[in-house]
C-alpha cells in the first residue's frame, strides 16, 4: 500500500475512532460538516480564488432528519477505506454501486441514487481535506496531451512527444502522474480536440517547444490537476486558448479562479496565473474575423451578463472591455474561423504571434 | 504527397474535367449523386450490412433550384484538394470554415450554415466514393486504447501496453495507423471510459492477451475503422460491452451492423462478425444482479420497441429472447452494476468466465 494512502486511512479511522468513543460513552455522536451551499461561497480576492467559508453544520446519528446522511457518509469512509486498502479505484457511478448494501435484516439500503453517494463522498473530502481522487475515486475520462514532456504513470516510461495523431489519453486522475523530464516552456490548453488535432498535425509543440492539452469543453478535473501541477511544480506558465464566447470565458475563469460547485478545492485545482490567449474581441479585427461572427441568441446575451457580473471579474478593467466589445458586436467569433485565413494560420501566425508579443489577459 | 493522397485527387480531377467538359460543349453540366434519404437504404441480409440502394438523383449547374448546392460540392471538391495536396487534415467545422468564401462581386458566402458544408462533404463522399477520414476531413475524437499491440502513427513507435493509466489517446482518423505487432487474440470495446479505467487499473489486458477500446457512448468512426481493421486484418474478435438497456443494444447494432446515417459506408464501417459479450439477460441472475435493475422510464420502453422491430434483429431469435426478458423485466441493468459484487468481479469473474464459455451473441 502507497504511503499516501495508510496516512488517508489514518485519517479516516480517527473520524471512526471519535464516533465510537461517543457511542460508548453514551453520547450523541456527530459528523461536523462544512456548508456547501452558495451562502458560504466566496470569491476571496486575496488568494484570487473562489473558496469556501468556515460554516459548518453538525449532522447527528439520533436524529431521524440526520441518520440516513449520516451512514451514508460513514458507509462511504468504509468504501474508500477498502479501495484505499487494495489500492484500487472506482468511478463515481462505480462507487455508487459499492455503497449500495442492504441493510441486514431489512429491505433497505444504504442509498438509492447516485446523488446521495454523491453527496456523502463530497462530505468525505470536506471532512477529511482530501480531494475525490486522493480518496481513489474518479471523475470524468477526456481530453489528450502531446508535447516536450516525459512522464511516469504506472511505472510506465512515457514520452509525449511520440504519441503519433492521437496523443497520450489523460487520465481521470493524475495524481499519481510523475513528471521525469520537462523540456516545455508553456503549456497551451485549448477547449476543442479538433484545434488539438490542427495543432498536432503541424507539430506546434515541437516548434514552440511546449505541451498541448485538449478535452472537449470544460477541463476534466484530471486535466485540471495535471496543469495545476504543472504550474506549481515548473512554473510554466498556462495559456488558455478558447472561442470568444461566454461560454468560452467561462471555461477559463474555472480554470483560473475555481467554480462554486468545487469551491472546497481551489487550493487544489484553482491556476491563479493561467493565462487567457485568445480568441479576443482585438483579434477579429486584426484578423479580418469581421464576416465570421456569429449572431448571438438570448441564452447567450444571458450568459454575457451574468459572467460580467461576477465578482472576479468585476475590478478587471481588461475582462470588462472584452465583455462590451462581445456586447456591441452581439455575437461571438470561433477560434475554427481562423481556418479561412488558411489550414495552418492558427499555428504558424497566430499563435506565435500572440505568444511572442505576451498578448494574452492575465 | 503519398500515393493514395495522389489518387484521390485524380478522382476529384476527372470529375472536374467532366464537368469543364460540359460546360465548354454548351451542355447544362450535372452531378449524379446517390440519394441518401430512407427510400434508399435498406438492410441486406446477405452481406448483414445497411445499405445505400441505387436511387440517384441529378443536380444541374443551369437550375436555380440545384445551382447553390452544385456551387458548394464542387466548393467542397476544391477543400479537398488542397487538403489533400499539402497533406493535412481539418474537422467538419474547420471545412466549414474553409469553404465559406464571398463569391467575389457580391455579397454571397458560397456556405452560410455548417448543415450546408457537411452536406456538400456528403455528396462528395458519394460521388468519389472516398470516405470524409480518406478525403483528409476528420470526425469527432474520443476514446482511448492499451494493450498488446504496437502501432505506427505519424513516425512514431507506440507501444499500447506501455500507456500507463490513461491509454493511447484514439484520434478522430485513423486511416494511416499502422500495425506493427499484434500479439492481442481479442478486442474488447466497451462504451463507457469508468469500465475502461477498472479493466486498465486491473491490467485486464495484460492477463487476457488483448486490446481494450473506449469511448463515451457511440463508438467514433476513428474507432469503428480501427476495429474493423483488426477484424479484418488480422482476423481479430471484436468484443463489445454495454449496459443491458435498449441504447447499449443499439451501440452494439450500429458497430456490427451499419446505420442508416452513414448507410454508404457500411462497408468500410461495419463489423460484421463483432460479439455482444454483455450485460446479457441470463447475467442478472447468474451474478445476482437482481436488486440492480433500474426501472424503465417510457422513452426506454419506446426504444426497446424500435429495436425490437429492426429488421436485422428480427429473424434473430437470441436477439429476440433478450428483447422480451427486458420487457419483462421492466428494467435496465448497467454493468457498473458489478461492483456490487466487488472492485474487480468484473475483470477477476465476470468477463474471464464469459470469454472461456463464449458466452456471447453474434
Known sequence: MPKNNKEIIKKIELLGKQILKEIKSGENPFLDIPIRSLSNVYYNP????????????????????????????????????????????????????????????????????????????????????????????????????????????????????????????????????????????FVLYMEKDAMWERLNEDKF?????CVIIASQGQATRGIRRLLRRLSDEYKLPILVLTDFDPWGFYIFSVLKYGSIALANFSNKLAITNAKFLGMRAEDIKKYGLERQIIKFKDVDKKRLEQIKNYEWFKENKEWQKQFKRMKDMKGKVELDALVTRGISFVSEKYLPEKIKNKDWIE
Open 205 to 209: 509543440w515541437e516548434k514552440n517547444n
Open 46 to 185: 486575496k488568494t484570487k480564488m473562489i473558496e469556501l467559508g468556515l460554516s459548518k453544520s453538525k449532522r447527528y446519528f439520533f436524529n431521524v432528519a440526520h441518520i440516513r446522511k449520516f451512514v451514508q457518509t460513514i458507509e462511504a469512509a468504509a468504501t474508500v477505506t477498502e479501495l484505499l486498502k487494495v489500492d484500487k479505484h472506482l468511478s463515481l457511478r462505480q462507487v455508487f454501486y459499492a455503497m449500495r448494501r442492504t441493510i441486514k435484516g431489512t429491505n433497505i439500503d444504504v442509498v438509492d441514487e447516485q446523488t446521495e453517494s454523491n453527496q456523502a463522498i463530497e462530505d468525505l473530502e470536506l471532512l477529511t481535506g482530501f480531494a475525490r481522487e486522493e480518496l481513489h475515486i474518479n471523475a470524468k475520462k477526456s481530453g489528450a496531451a502531446a508535447g516536450k514532456i516525459v512522464i511516469k504513470d504506472r511505472g510506465d516510461i512515457i514520452d509525449l512527444s511520440k504519441m503519433g495523431s492521437g496523443g497520450w489519453a489523460i487520465p481521470s486522475n493524475t495524481e499519481d502522474v510523475e513528471f521525469k523530464k520537462v523540456d516545455a516552456k
